[in-house]
Structure formats: structure tokens, C-alpha cells
């Protein structure tokens, strides 16, 4: 709720000062003691417009408060957004190739098609999080939650298994696996025949026949960990 006292305006995570008919100061505040972590004047200004202003001019927004932002199709390259609270933002198509989220707060946060190509994610709260369409690669996920986030249409019970450092980033969810590209099932994983992993991409046959042993032991130890877990529960 934003409410206007001597022309500026002031919420939870944002403080905006009105200097012309269409010219304005956007404040970005922190989640920790409302102290101000960066301010851009523009004609027409908004959140999405200063916090990339902000990401261009390097500023430090460890702890940012941004629930709720409209941040769709926004350019947040190697953004420090280290702790920032994120929760329900709109960060479909976002490019956040990079950024620092480490322990953000994306509880409920859409995802939808961004870029988080090599973010850091470690013990970031992605509950219920829409992941669906978002590029993971190189993503570091240690400790992040993920529990209800939806991955490519399905929900997670738990973090993915990640696995850097191979030709293809992998990841191993709890019914599919992800090799570069593709995605399938695990048991689909398992029964594919070596002609139809050729198929799928040069050099995929050699790797498979390296890595195929490894990886599918990795998808059923994930399951058996879902198993524990759900016993634990119960």
C-alpha cells in the first residue's frame, strides 16, 4: 500500500518522489532496516527501469526488498541480489544470467522462460516457485528449496540433483532427467537403445556409454531419497 506524505511516496520496499509531471525518484530499500540501496531519477520511471539501472551501475543490493515486483523481461545480468526479497515477483523472461541470489527469497516468484543461466542459488527459497520454461544451466541450486516449484510442468517434492562439469549440464529431478537438452523420464533414460541416443545429439552415444551407469544409478537414489523422506512424514 503506497501513501503520499509532503510528494513522496513511500512503501514497504520502495520510496518514490515525484519531481515533475512525468519525472520521478525510485528508491530501492532494504529488507532489513528500510535504509536506501540505490535511487534513479527518470521521465516515466518504474521499479523494473531503477533496479536495472541499478544492476548497470554494479550497485550492492544485498537485501533488497522487491516483493511483488513487476519485473517481467528485465535485464538483471549478474545482479547482486544476495538475500533480496523476491517473493511473488514477476520475473518471466528476466535475464538473471549470473546474478548473485544466493539465499534470496523467490518463495512463489514466476520464472517462467528466465535466464538463470550460472546464478547462484545456493540456499535460495524457491518454494512454489514457477521454474517452468527457465534455463538452469550452470545454475548452482546447493541448499536452495524447491519444494512445490514447478520445473518444466512438474511439481518438486525436493531440490534436483545437479551435476556439473560433464559435456551437458544434468539435471535429475524427481521423475525426469535433464541431459543438455534433453529431458525424459528416468525410466526412459534407462531403456533408450543406443541407436536412439545417437540421435539426439553428436557425440551423445559416447557419452551415454560413459555415464549412462552413473547417472542412472543417481536417478534412483534420488527416488529412494523421496521414499525416505515421505516414510519420515508419515
Known sequence: MLYNCDKVIYSSFVAVKQLGDCEMKLSILSRFNASILFEFEAEENSLKITLQAAVKARANLDGADLRGADLYGANLYGANLRSANLYGADLRSANLYGAN??????????????????????????????????????????????????????????????INGLKWFVL?????????????????????????????????????RQWKISLVAMCSAHNKREEASEEKEV
Open 172 to 208: 535429475i529431478s524427481d521423475n525426469f532427467m535433464r541431459i543438455g537438452c534433453q529431458r525424459y523420464t528416468h525410466e526412459e533414460w534407462a531403456n533408450f537403445t543406443d541407436e536412439e541416443i545417437a540421435k539426439m545429439d553428436f557425440g551423445a552415444l559416447k557419452f551415454w
Open 101 to 162: 541470489l544466493h539465499g534470496a527469497n523467490l518463495d512463489g516468484a514466476n520464472l517462467y522462460g528466465a535466464n538463470l543461466d550460472g546464478a547462484d542459488l545456493r540456499s535460495a527459497n524457491l518454494h512454489g516457485a514457477n521454474l517452468d520454461g527457465a534455463n538452469l544451466d550452470g545454475a548452482n541450486l546447493y541448499g536452495a528449496n524447491l519444494r512445490s516449484a514447478n520445473l518444466y510442468g512438474e511439481k518438486l517434492s525436493k531440490t534436483p540433483l545437479q
